[in-house]
């Protein structure tokens, strides 16, 4: 059973604080992960992917990837109102033949406030 | 590209009636996945087609669901008959050929289901 965990939350932070948001999967055959953001009432985006060990920045948002933990990290420096959103983790193996499902987490709520 | 287009955006429908979901997925993508999500499971994989073909339909709840895609550009997603418990949030999402890069996950607007 593929596993994708995060902690549901909510993170509250401050505006202008750093949110750091945590994610593990149970696939070592993982290659791709990803965070999408959802607002509330609508559907989740994209806003980070990453594929390599190390970090991967993109504005205010710095994703970070350790495969021998398992572990993968969302950064948002900065963080504003905006941000306040639910946080999914997904991870997905690269492999073809029928086994190229990505796995969800449920998400971690985050609230910045002003 | 005017990304992954789904049908009805909200649904409001008997208990007992036939509820089908449409979607059409990004140009040029082989996959494409049939997602549920609801406060209590989060989001769910229903089922997922490859190149128009049922890879994995383990997700679907029960003989009452079933997913076709008779073509690349559009695929369906039916209860029958719907009952209460299916209410929730649908979503339908493609992505571009296996592979460690270009493989991101696109979702539609999703199809939110009330069934009283």
């Known amino acids: 059973q593929k596993e994708v965990e995060q902690n549901s939350g909510p993170l509250s932070v401050p505006e202008g604080a750093i949110a750091s948001l945590n994610c593990t999967y149970s696939d070592r055959g993982s290659q791709s992960f990803f965070w999408y953001r959802q607002y509330s009432g609508k559907s989740p985006e994209l806003i980070m992917s990453?594929?390599?060990?190390g970090d991967k920045e993109d504005g205010r948002f710095t994703a970070q990837l350790n495969k021998a933990s398992q572990y993968v990290s969302l950064l948002i420096r900065d963080s504003q109102p905006s941000d306040s959103a639910t946080y999914l983790c997904?991870?997905?193996?690269?492999?073809?033949?029928?086994?190229?499902?990505?796995?969800f987490g449920r998400g971690t709520s985050l609230i910045v406030h002003p | 590209d005017a990304g992954v287009i789904q049908s009805p955006r909200h649904e409001v429908t008997e208990m007992g009636q036939e509820v089908t979901l449409r979607c059409k997925p990004i140009s040029g993508h082989d996959y494409l996945f049939w997602y549920r999500q609801t406060m209590m499971r989060g989001l769910e994989l229903l089922i997922y087609f490859n190149n128009n073909v049922p890879i994995d339909d383990s997700g679907m709840p029960e003989d009452r669901f079933s997913a076709k895609m008779p073509n690349a550009s559009f695929s369906t997603l039916k209860i029958q008959p719907s009952e209460p418990r299916d209410s929730a949030v649908y979503f339908c999402?493609?992505?571009?050929?296996?592979?460690?890069?270009?493989?991101?996950?696109?979702f539609g607007e999703g199809s939110w289901l009330t069934v009283v």
């Open positions: 990453i594929y390599s060990n």
């Open positions: 997904a991870a997905r193996t690269g492999a073809s033949g029928g086994s190229y499902i990505p796995t």
């Open positions: 999402a493609s992505s571009g050929p296996s592979g460690v890069t270009g493989n991101t996950i696109y």
